[in-house]
């Protein structure tokens, strides 16, 4: 029943910005952690950024300095603004979260369905 649930991904420039929204959306009880992945074709998925219900963000190498993580609590939300974008950021980007439905089930791990981010050069 729970959705994550992706927008704002698009075509930009080198050196253009962009910003991803993740919602999850239906009934659940609580997340716990919540933050993008990104997967381009022919090589693994990797992590972008990810909000730890602690507030702490990690962030891939490869983004540090261009990319912030923020959350929204009230609305079940993670918004990653992306800027300075260069070709290497092209990939597939994944929306994750751990929720769970209810205070005495595990959470679980969920995946939105992607959304492309495209740089050209």
């Known amino acids: 029943q729970v959705q994550l649930v992706e927008s704002g991904g698009g075509l930009v420039q080198t050196g253009g910005s962009l910003g991803l929204s993740c919602v999850a959306s239906?009934?659940?009880?609580?997340?716990?952690?919540m933050g993008w992945y990104r997967q381009a074709p022919g090589k693994q998925r990797e992590l972008v950024a990810m909000l730890n219900r602690d507030g702490n963000v990690r962030y891939a190498d490869s983004v540090k300095d261009r990319f912030t993580l923020s959350g929204d609590s009230a609305k079940n939300t993670v918004y990653l603004q992306m800027n300075s974008l260069k070709p290497d950021d092209t990939s597939l980007y994944y929306c994750?979260?751990?929720?769970?439905?209810?205070?005495?089930?595990?959470?679980?791990?969920?995946w939105g369905q992607g959304t492309q981010v495209s740089v050209s050069s």
């Open positions: 239906g009934s659940f009880f609580s997340i716990n952690g």
């Open positions: 994750k979260a751990w929720i769970r439905r209810d205070s005495i089930s595990a959470y679980v791990e969920h």
